[in-house]
């Protein structure tokens, strides 16, 4: 295997490169098991509208083609993303959310013939190294027990509370984790 390159891009190369990871978001989601997809397009609608969230960020992962990307940003202090956290429990969630402390990792593929090689891993830390959050969340997809060891194995934990933030799938049931960031 060649040697992989990560890569930042600005919102205006991401939105270049939005073909690309279409493809890629097809590939990587064809043989995950338990996975169901929203299809190149809907992924492109969804990704047409992160890519213009204040604060969004993207690495790409190369060689030269591309292999994998993560990309985020965060989610402002009254989007639809956190009316799961909302709730009786006391965390701390609800106030870092309402200071704009809080980075969620929207997206982070690979393609099935390059995983279990370190690519995501570098991709995650890459991406939420320059954060300056105090918390960091993505949602999962409840039968997505691959990605859910991936992200247990970096130090994330399942959210007691669900989430209600819109699934990429009609139906689809997402959980949500947090982790703090390194340091």
Do not use: K
């Not at 790409?60 to 990307?69: K, N, R, S, Y």
């Not at 202090?77 to 704009?100: C, I, K, P, Y």
């Not at 690519?119 to 105090?134: K, S, V």
């Not at 997505?144 to 970096?154: L, R």
């Amino acid at each position: 295997m060649t040697e992989v390159f990560l890569r930042r891009l600005s919102r205006w190369q991401a939105e270049q490169q939005r073909e690309s990871v279409a493809d890629l978001y097809v590939a990587a989601y064809e043989e995950v098991p338990g996975a169901q997809s929203p299809g190149r397009s809907g992924f492109l609608r969804r990704f047409e509208e992160d890519v213009q969230r204040p604060g969004f960020d993207m690495i790409i992962a190369g060689d030269p083609f591309l292999v994998g990307c993560a990309y985020g940003y965060p989610p402002g202090r009254e989007g639809e993303w956190w009316h799961g956290f909302r709730g009786a429990e006391t965390d701390g969630t609800e106030e870092l959310a309402a200071s704009d402390r809080v980075f969620a990792l929207a997206e982070l593929m690979v393609l099935p013939d390059r995983r279990r090689m370190g690519i995501a891993t570098r991709l995650q830390e890459r991406l939420l190294e320059r954060q300056e959050a105090d918390l960091l969340t993505t949602l999962i997809a409840a039968t997505n027990t691959p990605a859910a060891a991936a992200y247990t194995s970096w130090g994330w934990t399942r959210s007691h509370r669900p989430p209600t933030a819109p699934a990429p799938v009609e139906g689809e049931r997402m959980e949500a984790w947090t982790r703090r960031p390194a340091g």
